[in-house]
């Protein structure tokens, strides 16, 4: 399910007044915050994630902009100062070197003098309201501008009329008729109701009690807070409806809960796991076989034929050995207990011919590796040595910062190889090196070993150093090579050497 058309579904089942939990709902910082607010429009992008004021001093405009990694943030005219100075990625010191003074400006007139007054609504109404205005700005969803301005003001003043308590007293739709027969608007379709939508929708899904039992799991206004995901990161929405067995859609999104909170699976496996098992549902409910227990290996047998016989791609074949994977997981973890065989695919049942496609670093890649990097008096050793290594047998990034300590092996006749688990095939992998990298790992091996005597389980563990402006480009490679392997992804492709 692609994100277009879901920021106005509500959940399956709207909660209940009184199984809302309103400490679920965490505030963005904001002038919302306010018992008063004065929504003034203002020009421009909107610093809709930014808040305080410009950092340059005896500037008191609001930030505008954070135009760097750095944590400095600008005002609208110091920003394009900034811009005009050549965009220095030294922001901190241009602003305390290169910015000058703006002109003094008259504040512009508001078009709007009574705030919004938030301070006077019930506390659970007015936290409701200041929960979805400060996710959908923080979010960059909604401005506040007049439009907003409008649809608050409705919504406050039928929220007095009506007498509630909380906006979850009522279904959405009552409040959208409610609005519509007091607004005095000429499209309340384009002005309003696009607003209610998906002030609703966030609303419900804020405080929904159990958000992994409904059937369709929305990553932004939802999972990713959840999650606690970082800000900006992006996931694909997940539609488990399509699964027509109640047991198996059930158990798979147990499942799926149990890996997504531990990070051991990406939402694209997940979208692999839906689509395979929608498959072997529909085939189930065709051959009238709705119990888990009546699932057993010669039915799976079956089902694989099926899908060869109608024709399935190679993607189709390749989720039917996902769904054996899934299946023989739903009872490793006791999820689904009712499923008769331990093993429904045995290696090799399904063999699937892959063209391989091997993808060559360009030779002038190769040859600014081996002159800028390589050949850098500046480049540290445990930098030198993971190049020469990516740049020899080429390892994916997520193996080369785990690769274990004992990975040099010695072929008992004055060669070497090179040995480690590949945690994405499952297999091991060996291949030969040359005589000058055997000799850089065995002394990165003794750097690691004098730093850690008591553990020293990775080739490449470092201490981290001080954060700094990188002085060379292997330097900078350091500074990469130095982050956590965690963060590291182990589905990086691995290009094939020249």
């Not at 979010?139 to 007498?163: A, F, H, K």
């Not at 402006?469 to 590291?488: F, K, R, V």
């Amino acid at each position: 399910m692609s994100a277009a058309g879901t920021k106005h579904l509500l959940p399956s089942r709207l909660p209940q007044p009184h199984e809302v939990d309103h400490s679920r709902l965490v505030i963005a910082p904001g002038p919302w915050l306010a018992d008063q607010w004065l929504v003034e429009d203002q020009p421009g992008r909107n610093p809709r994630t930014l808040t305080g004021i410009c950092d340059v001093a005896d500037c008191v405009t609001a930030a505008y902009s954070r135009p760097t990694a750095e944590p400095a943030q600008l005002c609208y005219a110091h920003y394009w100062q900034w811009c005009r100075a050549g965009k220095p990625s030294d922001c901190v010191g241009w602003i305390a070197t290169g910015a000058k003074p703006c002109l003094a400006r008259s504040p512009r007139p508001s078009s709007r003098a009574t705030p919004l007054d938030l301070g006077s609504l019930p506390p659970a109404a007015a936290t409701e309201i200041r929960y979805v205005v400060g996710t959908k700005v923080t979010q960059g969803d909604w401005t506040p501008n007049r439009g907003l301005r409008l649809v608050l003001d409705l919504l406050i003043s039928e929220v007095r009329r009506d007498g509630a308590t909380s906006l979850l007293e009522r279904r959405p739709e009552d409040w959208v008729l409610l609005i519509r027969l007091r607004c005095q608007v000429r499209d309340f379709n384009r002005e309003v109701r696009c607003y209610l939508n998906t002030f609703f929708s966030t609303l419900q899904r804020g405080v929904l009690p159990d958000p992994w039992a409904e059937d369709k799991w929305l990553w932004r206004g939802c999972f990713d807070r959840i999650l606690a995901a970082a800000p900006g990161r992006e996931e694909a929405n997940l539609s488990w409806g399509a699964i027509q067995l109640p047991w198996l859609r059930t158990g798979a999104k147990t499942l799926a809960g149990m890996h997504l909170k531990a990070g051991t699976r990406s939402s694209s496996t997940l979208q692999t796991w839906r689509r395979g098992l929608t498959a072997l549902a529909d085939f189930l409910i065709d051959e009238g076989l709705l119990e888990p227990r009546q699932l057993d290996r010669d039915v799976f047998l079956d089902f694989l034929t099926h899908v060869r016989e109608t024709g399935g791609s190679k993607q189709a074949l390749l989720q039917v050995n996902t769904v054996a994977s899934v299946l023989e997981l739903l009872q490793l973890e006791d999820v689904v207990t009712e499923l008769p065989t331990p093993v429904y695919l045995r290696r090799g049942e399904n063999a699937i011919d892959r063209a391989k496609q091997p993808r060559p670093y360009p030779e002038d890649v190769i040859e600014r590796v081996d002159k800028l990097v390589l050949a850098d008096p500046q480049a540290p050793p445990t930098v030198r040595c993971m190049i020469m290594l990516l740049r020899w047998g080429c390892p994916r990034v997520g193996e080369l910062v785990t690769i274990p300590f004992d990975c040099l092996k010695h072929n008992g006749s004055g060669g070497h190889w090179i040995e480690y688990w590949q945690s994405k095939t499952s297999a091991w992998r060996r291949f030969p090196i040359p005589e000058n990298l055997a000799i850089a790992i065995r002394a990165q091996q003794d750097q690691v070993r004098a730093d850690y005597p008591a553990d020293h389980k990775s080739s490449f563990r470092r201490r981290r150093a001080p954060t700094s402006a990188p002085a060379s480009p292997a330097a900078g490679l350091l500074a990469a090579s130095e982050t956590p392997s965690g963060t590291c992804s182990p589905n990086t492709a691995s290009p094939t050497p020249p």
